[in-house]
């Protein structure tokens, strides 16, 4: 499943303009689909926005994004099978240095001794956080409109690419819109449902004229 920036920003927290900079920058990049100009669109992978909500969360705990740039660059040298540190590692910070759990437990009991305070990010507990966010906003939901008097029932599907929603009658085959908004979908879905009705009528017409 790919992710457009509005979606990550839903789904992490960021703004649009964090997300545009820090791929600007190539902090962190959009792995699916790179931004080709003006108005085009950005994909992320589930990993990307791990790695998007990690980030986040060690500059709500202080660290600049230069230091986090900076440990990032370490750990790529120190680690060279990981691709994705934010993604893949079990990171801490102090709220000044980022330090990684490894199997050398002297390096983390030498920060201690220093009576530092230092706060864990538990990285498995955001992944599944983003998985309850990507499930929640990726269901669908059934709503009723009213056409003409009557009473169609709609379901309404998240556009998780392009961002957005589309919106399908299932009694009327084919019959289907979408809109940038919940609200926007609704009422274009009303439109295509009077419009399928008319030409219904129509063709209905048009069969008894020719009997």
């Known amino acids: 499943m790919d ?13 649009q303009r964090q997300i545009d900079y ?6 962190i990049k959009p792995s699916v689909k790179e931004a ?3 108005g085009s669109v950005r994909l992320y992978s589930f990993t990307d926005l ?9 500059i709500n705990k202080g660290l600049s994004l230069q230091r986090i740039r900076k ?15 934010l993604a893949e590692m079990r990171l801490i910070t102090d709220g000044e240095t980022i330090f990684v759990l490894t199997e050398n437990k002297e390096v983390i009991l030498d920060t201690l001794s220093k009576g530092q305070l230092v706060m864990a990010i538990a990285i498995g507990k955001i992944i599944e956080e983003l998985k309850g966010e990507v499930k929640k906003i990726s269901k ?12 169609f029932d709609v379901i309404l599907h998240p556009d998780l690419e392009d961002g957005g929603f589309w919106v399908e009658c299932p009694v009327l085959p084919g019959c289907a819109s979408q809109g940038d908004t919940v609200e926007e979908a609704l009422e274009m879905i009303k439109d295509a449902i009077g419009g399928h009705l008319e030409v219904s009528a129509e063709k209905s017409r048009a069969r008894k004229v020719s009997a």
């Open 3 to 15: 992710f457009n920036t509005r979606t990550a920003c839903k789904l992490t927290g960021l703004t």
């Open 22 to 27: 820090w791929d600007r920058i190539h902090f």
């Open 36 to 38: 080709s100009g003006y």
């Open 50 to 58: 791990v790695q998007l909500k990690v980030a986040k969360t060690l």
């Open 71 to 85: 440990s990032i660059t370490y750990l790529k040298k120190s680690f060279p099978g990981i691709e994705k540190p």
């Open 140 to 151: 669908e939901r059934k709503y009723k409109v009213r056409v003409m008097r009557e009473s």
